[in-house]
């Protein structure tokens, strides 16, 4: 299983997709580092990579929120699957500094990785996605 952005998961705002693109391809390098055989350093780098550039993008997705006037109930749910992301990738991050990269914790890390983000962006980032649009045609 590849992790990779297909077209099918676009929300219709480019600023988004475009993050969303560029999160697939660091979640996807991260897996390469151990593939590849190279050390736990290069994954080390992989994770900071992926979890300063997740940091901005919920911050700007968050912005959006409050822009775009998304419904409050609609903006807690969100915030909230944000907060369970952090929760998940920190026990991951955690798990790492003490096994270091098993094969075992790789399958489960690229699993909740993808399964995170493809059910987050199909349930939720798409809405906000709906909620932008309805807002600049009105
Ligand atoms: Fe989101």
């Not at 990779?4 to 219709?12: A, K, M, P, R």
């Not at 419904?71 to 952090?86: A, D, G, I, N, R």
Request: hydrophobic fraction near 40%.
């Amino acid at each position: 299983m590849a992790i990779e952005w297909t077209e099918d998961l676009s929300v219709g705002i480019e600023e988004i997709d475009m993050q969303h693109k560029e999160i697939f391809k660091m979640a996807a390098n991260l897996i390469d580092a151990v593939n590849n055989n190279t050390d736990g350093e290069q994954l080390a780098k992989a994770i900071k990579f992926l979890e300063e550039y997740v940091v901005l993008h919920f911050a700007l997705e968050e912005s959006f929120m409050v822009q775009s006037k998304y419904p409050s109930k609609l903006l807690l749910q969100h915030e909230e699957q944000h907060t369970e992301f952090w929760e998940k990738f920190n026990d991951f991050k955690n798990e790492f500094a003490g096994t270091g990269p098993t094969e075992f914790y790789l399958t489960r890390f690229k699993l909740f990785l993808n399964d995170w983000l493809v059910n987050h962006i199909c349930k939720v980032d798409k809405s906000l996605g709906d909620v932008m649009r309805s807002v600049k045609h009105s």
